[in-house]
């Protein structure tokens, strides 16, 4: 996978998550990922096409998004409940839109499906072309998350870094 | 229009509608109506008076860029300022909006005071 694709969507959920959440999550350093298994309790998964195609993942651990959707709706959540999964959606669907405004400013044009959020311990992410993926760790005071992306030449030929 | 006037907020993540609510609020706007898609969007157009349309693009049933072109061709709401939310602001997007007579958009994420900014600037628009 071109390492081009890994900056913008790091910046991107930084810029999501301190716009909207008023947390500033901390990268640590992207590693390859070579199972389905998630990295965390909660995640969403997105499918993009364009002039490249794959998926985006965005994988939080639960006090994690409890505290970022709190924070972001103004409330005091307790657990994973409906609001928390409507927002883990909203927030990949963000981060997506706000890492692909950037790729198309090198000329990579990409489009996004709607996303799909899968709860529980040990649930897996089925990326669009099967893996490996790259991992993008994050740290927040409240618990990590994960950008989990997998991208590949349009031709259905996957390049890996 | 005014900070009493009642703003629509469409969007199919209920999440996002409740942001949305506490941005307005946080700037001053506390008359709040809400739809999940352009279609109940209308329904609210058509029941009761809405001073301003703040809807998202991406919708199932029915997207923001066709509830902005059928709020343009009604002849009852087609002065109804307009701005679109998106989570892209890609250029074929805009200029597609731009077309169909958006008053202007906004890219998520974004905070109150960018809200309250383009609210202001389209509500100066239409009093010229």
Redesign the interface.
């Known amino acids: 996978m071109n390492v081009q694709f890994i900056n913008p969507f790091l910046e991107g959920t930084i810029t999501v998550l301190q716009t909207m959440a008023f947390i500033v999550p901390r990268a640590g350093k992207p590693y390859l990922k070579k199972e389905n298994r998630a990295k965390g309790d909660i995640s969403a998964i997105i499918g993009i096409t364009g002039s490249v195609v794959g998926s985006l993942a965005l994988s939080f651990s639960e006090t994690c998004i409890i505290k970022i959707v709190s924070n972001m709706l103004g409330e005091d959540i307790k657990t994973l409940n409906g609001d928390i999964k409507d927002a883990v959606g909203e927030i990949t669907n963000m981060v997506s839109g706000v890492a692909r405004q950037k790729l198309e400013q090198d000329g990579v044009v990409l489009k996004a499906a709607i996303p799909t959020v899968v709860t529980g311990k040990s649930h897996t992410i089925s990326h669009v072309l099967g893996g490996p993926s790259i991992i993008i760790p994050f740290e927040t005071d409240d618990g990590p998350f994960v950008v989990d992306i997998c991208f590949g030449e349009s031709n259905g030929q996957a390049h890996q870094s | 229009m005014d900070k009493s006037s009642k703003i629509l907020v469409v969007d199919d993540?209920?999440?996002?509608r409740?942001?949305i609510r506490?941005l307005l609020k946080q700037i001053g706007f506390e008359n709040i109506a809400e739809a999940e898609d352009g279609e109940m969007a209308l329904k609210e157009l058509k029941s009761q008076h809405i001073s301003f349309i703040i809807s998202d693009w991406?919708m199932?049933n029915m997207t923001g860029l066709d509830l902005l072109k059928a709020v343009r061709a009604d002849g009852d709401l087609c002065k109804t300022p307009f701005l679109m939310v998106?989570?892209?602001?890609?250029?074929d997007n805009v200029v597609q909006a731009v077309k169909a007579g958006v008053d202007n958009y906004i890219?998520?994420?974004?905070?109150a005071e960018v809200l309250n900014e383009k609210i202001t600037g389209i509500i100066a628009k239409y009093k010229k």
């Open positions: 993540f209920a999440t996002m409740k942001v506490n991406n199932p998106t989570a892209e602001a890609l250029q890219v998520k994420p974004f905070t």
